[in-house]
């Protein structure tokens, strides 16, 4: 098996639709990613805007789905808030709405996340030889 990341997963935008300080309507394949990377043995990270209340009906919402996170807005359980740490949070991966250029489909997330490192070799090969034949037609035009 590949090595497991920790993966750190905003609420609202990102796994729901953002109806803020609702809880909107979940965004496809979401819930069913973080199902499947939960069981691929990824630990997933809860990070949230939302706090009291909010908070605790956005860990409901998800727990009720069967997504339990290792950790909410906090780098590890055991991990108590002191104004002296830094709110920064140690994560391997952070899934945003607020990403350049947006949320991936959860779809995409997924198939990224649980490739073997032999076929993201071979993804990372097949984009290099397309990129590079780019290149060489975009060079080839302008002669």
């Not at 055991?78 to 952070?94: H, M, P």
Request: hydrophobic fraction near 35%; proline fraction near 3%; aromatic fraction near 12%.
């Amino acid at each position: 098996m590949y090595s497991t990341k920790t993966i750190a997963v905003d609420f609202d935008g990102t796994i729901v639709e953002n109806r803020y300080p609702e809880i909107g309507k979940p965004i496809l394949f979401a819930i069913e990613t973080l199902l499947h990377l939960q069981k691929d043995g990824h630990l997933l990270i809860l990070w949230t805007y939302r706090s009291g209340k909010e908070l605790r009906e956005a860990v409901k919402f998800c727990n009720q789905k069967g997504i339990d996170f290792y950790a909410v807005n906090k780098s590890y359980p055991e991990e108590i808030y002191d104004e002296s740490l830094s709110r920064k949070i140690q994560a391997d991966i952070f899934i945003d709405d607020r990403n350049i250029g947006g949320l991936r489909g959860w779809g995409e997330i997924y198939h990224e996340l649980s490739s073997s490192p032999e076929k993201a070799k071979f993804t990372n090969k097949k984009k290099k030889e397309i990129s590079g034949k780019r290149i060489l037609n975009f060079i080839k035009s302008k002669l």
